[in-house]
C-alpha cells in the first residue's frame, strides 16, 4: 500500500457500492464505478463513475484499466467480459466463476445439492408438462423461478394449480425456468460469510430475517432462537463458503423449517441487505470486512458490540420526486442511525434507505427502529 493510492474498481454504483465506497476510502483507496445513472448513489459520495450499462464491454474494460481490484455490488452483469479480464491479469473477486454460478439460480441449487449441501427439492421447468409433474411431486404447491434476473421477488410466483402454471409461464415467457417446493419454515436466517484471499473464513453472527411482499423490511441480530440453531447455521454457511472460489463477503439466505433443519434458500456473491446492521454493531462492518477480502487486507473481527440490532428497510411508498421529511426526529432516538441512499425518484417498494437500531434487548431496538420508521417520510 506504500505510494500511490490503489484503486478498488465496482460494477455496479447503488447503495451497496455507495457504503463499499464509504468503507473504502477511510482504508486509503480510490474507487471508481460503473454505473447508467447520472450522480449514482456512489458517487454521490466520492466515486468517480464510468456512466455505462453494466453490460457495456468497453466501460468494463475502462473500469480495469483504471482499478487494481475489481468487485461488484450486483451479480446480474456480464461475467464473460470479466472472465476475460480476469485472464489478462486483472483481480476480480469473488471470482467471476462464482459469480456465473450464483446468477443462474437452478445452477446454484444444483451445485449446492451435487455437494451435500442441505437446500429444498427443486427441478427444472423445461415445458407445461414439466411444471405440472414438479407440482404433483411437491403435493400440490411450489414456487416457480426465472433462472436469472430475479431479486425482491420479482420473477418469482407461488403456484397451486393448472391455471396457476399458465399465469406464470405467461408471465415468464421466453425466459429460463426451475421449480423450488414450498418451505414450511418457521423463519428464515441470513448471514454474511467473509473469505480472503488466502482461505480465511469469517462467519457473521446469525441474522433472522423478515419479509414482506417477498422484499426483505426487517432483520433482527442475533437472530432470536437457540443456540443449537445458531451453530448449525453457522456451520453451514461455512460449508457453503469453503465451496465458493473467490474472496469477498457473500450473503447467506436460509430457511429454518418446522423440524429445526437449515436449509440454504439463496447466496449472494456480494454484500448484502442482511448484513446492513454491521455498521453499527459489528466491530468490522460488512463493507470494511469486503474491501479487506479483496485487496488482500487481514479480515476482521466479527464480534457484536451491542447486545441487539435491528435493521428496518426504508421503501418507497408512493412514484414521484424524492423529499425527505423527519431526519431529525429520527436522530433524537437513542441507538438510532440512518442511512439514505440518495435515490430519486422514489418508487413503491424502492429500497431508499435503511435504519439500524442498537439498544440493551431486542424490544427496545424493535421499538426504536419501528418508531424511527414512522417519523420519516420520504
Excluded: W
Amino acid at each position: 500500500m506504500e505510494g500511490e493510492l490503489r484503486t478498488i474498481g465496482i460494477v455496479g454504483g447503488g447503495q451497496l457500492g455507495r457504503m463499499l465506497t464509504l468503507a473504502a476510502l477511510p482504508l486509503g483507496f480510490r474507487v471508481v464505478v460503473v454505473d447508467p445513472g447520472a450522480n449514482c448513489p456512489a458517487a454521490q459520495v466520492g466515486a468517480e463513475q464510468i456512466l455505462a450499462n453494466l453490460y457495456d464491454t468497453d466501460a468494463l474494460k475502462e473500469l480495469a484499466k483504471k482499478s487494481d481490484y475489481i468487485t461488484v455490488e450486483i451479480e446480474h452483469l456480464d461475467t464473460k467480459v470479466l472472465e476475460e479480464l480476469a485472464a489478462s491479469g486483472t483481480h476480480i473477486n469473488p471470482a467471476p466463476s462464482t459469480i456465473r454460478l450464483i446468477q443462474d439460480k437452478f445452477a446454484q441449487k444444483q451445485f449446492l445439492a451435487k455437494a451435500g449441501v442441505p437446500v429444498a427439492p427443486f427441478s427444472d421447468i423445461t415445458d407445461r408438462n414439466a411444471a405440472l409433474k414438479s407440482l404433483e411431486n411437491y403435493g400440490g404447491s411450489m414456487i416457480m423461478k426465472t433462472r436469472h434476473g430475479a431479486y425482491d421477488g420479482r420473477g418469482n410466483m407461488v403456484v397451486r394449480s393448472a391455471k396457476d402454471i399458465d399465469t406464470a409461464l405467461a408471465a415468464f415467457e421466453g425466459r429460463a425456468l426451475y421449480a423450488e417446493a414450498l418451505v414450511d419454515f418457521e423463519c428464515e436466517l441470513a448471514t454474511m460469510v467473509a473469505r480472503s484471499m488466502t482461505g480465511d473464513i469469517a462467519i457473521y453472527p446469525i441474522t433472522q430475517t423478515i419479509h414482506e411482499r417477498n422484499i426483505c423490511v426487517e432483520t433482527l441480530t442475533p437472530a432470536p432462537v437457540n443456540a443449537a440453531i445458531h451453530e448449525k447455521a453457522a456451520a453451514v454457511a461455512r460449508s457453503v463458503a469453503e465451496l465458493l472460489d473467490g474472496a469477498g463477503t457473500f450473503g447467506i439466505e436460509m430457511f429454518l423449517t418446522k423440524e429445526g433443519d437449515i436449509l440454504i434458500n439463496e447466496i449472494a456473491p456480494r454484500v448484502h441487505n442482511s448484513g446492513h446492521y454491521t455498521t453499527e454493531a459489528i466491530r468490522t462492518s460488512q463493507f470494511e470486512q469486503h474491501v479487506r477480502a479483496i485487496t488482500g487486507l487481514p479480515l476482521g473481527s466479527v464480534d457484536m458490540l451491542v447486545p441487539a440490532a435491528v435493521m428496518v428497510n426504508i421503501l418507497g411508498k408512493r412514484d414521484g420526486p424524492t423529499e425527505i421529511r423527519g431526519v431529525a426526529e429520527v436522530l433524537a432516538i437513542p441507538g438510532v442511525s440512518l442511512h439514505l441512499y440518495g435515490k430519486s425518484p422514489t418508487k413503491i417498494d424502492r429500497k431508499m434507505g435503511h435504519i439500524t437500531a442498537t439498544a440493551a434487548t431486542m424490544a427496545e431496538a424493535r421499538k426504536n427502529a419501528h418508531t424511527a420508521e414512522e417519523l420519516l417520510t420520504i
